[in-house]
């Protein structure tokens, strides 16, 4: 089974024991660094990609290389019809139409891309107007309730009276509202991630300070020979006095990193040097 | 003025909950975007389009002259889109929802521009650094944004871009080491299949919380507390919020079925 199927199984599952388009759904979601709400999304299975929630964009556009990536053809005025598009958290938008348009739509955008994550796209009105949302980010993740309606358009503006300019006009006003102004905003979305090294001890909290509670089989504490019930008394040279402070001593160091341990074993000092794996 | 704006202090009822906040209406355009009437000084109405994806709040100079944001400022001769730099607004005020302290840029924003003469005047952008302070529900069917209190303290967008673009890790020469609070016992491995990237377990430690909780070696991990995890960094994106003795749930595709998991992330390092 391809993972996409099962997905989609998991997906429909979900919805299925609910009322349909009333169920809310959690999105997770990132801040990037110039401060714009980015989700994932699945389009035809295939991702994810990289979005920014854009009320600023009257509809959702995705890059030509996203549309040939998910199998999605623009027809000649350039909209695209995605088979699904799922955001992540479970979120399912039923026949969910883009604007496949990289370079004059998404310029603005690119200028963010580089390194880390790409911004592949923007959700905009078409696809926002059909739930409520709610955004707090004191939290990880929004609330997305579907509506009971189906917004009109994006229309453009040729009914505004806009005279002969009125084509070209539409299609600027179809960009987003922050479209130019990439530059100004920072080069880059989110930084490359690498995880801490581990050193594969669990740790409990006892008057005495942190206490050794069992040891991961196969990792660098267990070849170290440290043992349950070693109390650790130092972390790279700092006195710890509980666990968490033992986590704050390694949270920004990488696996391959040698690491010197002190701790107490039944009224002896051991000294210990670990090289961090690779591990969660 | 165009028209009164009334605000009205209401409660919304979602599914299952309650939200209390200051309903504040909009106006939506053809194009999908959404107005909303503005005070700043207790000037005003102005009409200013609210946009999720803007960094930044935007006022051009008519409004900044009209509401008096400019008073300190001296003239300056050349200026691209008129460009002023940022003023603090005192008192930032979107339908009934009064804020303190927003910073605006002031400039003549080309798309605010072109927005003006199909629509008539509108005259910035609401972005984040108001709305980021808010728990906010956007309604497009009842047209009202709710502000509910927030507990949310958003940085100065422009100091951190700034600080990002000087550190090393905003350069992207150095990767960022997350943590992910608690240890579970597992490594992993990625493939590729079918074009698709996808992350499978590759260890499980020997009596550590992953074992415990069912974890096996050759699992797809397809989602960690409703993350997508298809990657390495995903993974971390996922673990990133789970802290020590917090339960996780996990589905892992195991022989073509999916399968729920209950993991428990332990104190540790």
Redesign the interface.
Known sequence: ????T??A??ASAVIAAEPAG???V?V?Y?LT?????LV?A?IN??G?FNF????????LFFTEAVAAKAGVKADEKGWGACETFEL???LVVPSAKGRVDTPFQLEGMNGMG???AEIHG?I???I???Y???????S??M?W?P???K?D?????R??G?GSDAGQ?SL??????????GGL????AT??????G????????ETAGPVV??V????PAEAGGIKPGDRLVM?DGKTVTK??E??G??????AGRKLPLSLDREGKRLEVVLELA??? | MAYLIVALATCLFGPGEAEAGVAVPFKLLTTGHMTVQVKLNGKGPYTLIFDTGAPMSIVNNRLARDAGLLKDRPVVLFAPFGSRGEVKVKEFEVGGQKASDIKVAVMDHPTVELFSKHFGPIDGIVGFPFFARYAVTIDYQSKTLTFAPGTYNPPDVMQAMMRAMLSPEGRGDKPKVLSGGAVIGFTVREETRDGSRLLLVETVAKGGPAEQGGLLPGDRLALLNKRWTDTRADLLDALEAIRPGQKVPVVVERSGKAVMLELAGAPGI
């Open positions: 089974m391809r993972p996409l099962l997905l199984l998991l009333k169920k809310t959690e997770p990132k660094q110039p401060k714009h709400i994932r699945k299975g295939k994810p920014i929630m854009d009320t600023g964009a009257p509809a992540e958290g479970g580089i390194g880390g923007l905009g009105y078409n926002l107007a059909r409520r949302i709610t955004i707090d980010l004191s990880d993740r609330r309730t509506l009971d309606w917004p358009g994006p229309m453009g503006v009914n505004q806009g006009t600027e006003l179809m960009g987003s509202m922050m479209k130019g102004l905003l920072g080069r880059k930084p490359t991630v690498t995880a801490r581990q050193a594969g001890l669990v740790l409990r909290d509670a069992s991961l089989k196969g990792w972390v666990a968490s033992a986590l001593q390694v949270e920004k160091m990488e690779e591990g969660y």
